[in-house]
């Protein structure tokens, strides 16, 4: 069996506040909803799959000297993570509401909090040849930005294979996208979204901007929500369906597929693309189906 590289994740610890709305709209009234909390956070979702799934994985990044830090870090370790987050004092950890509408689609409000505080110096040693996954958020704010960039130069320096999700389309055009192409030029695997690969190349097909991001990188995968997903490398461009689910709250579903696409394609990079796609797929459709990121 192919041994499992030690996996480096960095990213946003957050906790999710999940509105489950229902009925129809009511400005200046009441509507009701399901209200719940749980573990958020690109970063920490992805990592808490990929523990599950069985890797070997360290988590960087910040949480506040609060309750929900203390919750966060309490639940990353049941989940088998090995996290490596830096307790900020007089901060609050990340939150981010979820108003998620009765067909599952959702709107968010983000707070970073303490996320905003990651230096270089929260960095572990990436092992050499293992594999770094960062989170675009970390580049995205100028304040954690050095520590990105710091992950990235690290993990080619140790010869790791490293993938990237661009995180979300509003701060990624804020960012540009010509500096988060070069910033990401030696990622190995991309991992976007269809919206954010039309930012990243100007493509409205996805099958287009899928093909002109593998013209960059080793290999793309390009999520299409109920459309499934695609992998690109080289020219060659693979289509997946979606695995059916009753979608209850869409939140995190890209990080699960992230996770589950890494879970296969980390154990063996030789590996057909359906079966790390069906892999992402999969647990994406888990994850809809309940409200929650994980």
């Known amino acids: 069996m192919t041994a499992r590289p030690a996996v480096l994740v ?3 610890v957050n906790t999710d506040v999940v509105a489950v709305l229902s009925g129809a709209p009511a400005p200046g009234s009441d509507r009701p909803a399901r209200i719940r909390s749980h573990g958020g956070g690109a970063g920490g979702n992805v990592a808490a799959h990929l523990a599950r799934a069985g890797l070997d994985v360290v988590l960087a990044g910040c949480v506040g000297d609060d309750a929900e830090g203390t919750a966060r870090l309490a639940e990353l ?13 007089r901060a ?13 689609q959702r709107s968010m409000l983000a707070d970073r909090g303490a996320n905003l505080e990651l230096v270089p110096g929260d960095l572990p040693s990436p092992v050499p040849g293992g594999h770094l996954h960062l989170s675009g958020y970390a580049l995205l704010d100028p304040r954690p930005r050095p520590a990105g960039l710091a992950a990235l130069a690290r993990a080619a320096a140790a010869g ?3 993938s990237a999700d661009p995180a979300s389309t509003g701060p990624l055009a804020a960012y540009g996208v010509d500096r988060w192409l070069a910033d990401t030029a030696a990622v190995t695997l991309l991992l976007p979204n269809a919206e954010e690969a039309a930012l990243l190349t100007g493509c409205a097909d996805p099958v287009d901007a899928a093909r002109t991001l593998a013209a960059r990188h080793r290999a793309v995968a390009v999520t299409l929500g109920p459309d499934g997903a695609l992998w690109a490398a080289g020219r060659a461009v693979v289509h997946r369906p979606a695995h059916p689910a009753a979608v209850v709250d869409t939140t995190g579903a890209g990080d699960a597929f992230a996770a589950g696409v890494l879970s296969v394609w980390l154990r063996d990079r ?17 994850v809809v189906a309940r409200p929650g990121a994980r």
């Open 92 to 104: 609050a950890t990340g939150t981010v509401v979820s108003l998620v509408e009765p067909d599952g």
């Open 160 to 162: 790791c294979t490293v």
């Open 77 to 89: 370790a049941a989940a088998g993570v090995r996290a490596r987050l830096r307790v900020v004092p």
């Open 270 to 286: 030789g590996t057909d693309p359906v079966h790390a796609l069906d892999a992402g797929l999969a647990l994406a459709a888990e």
């Open 10 to 12: 960095v990213g946003d």
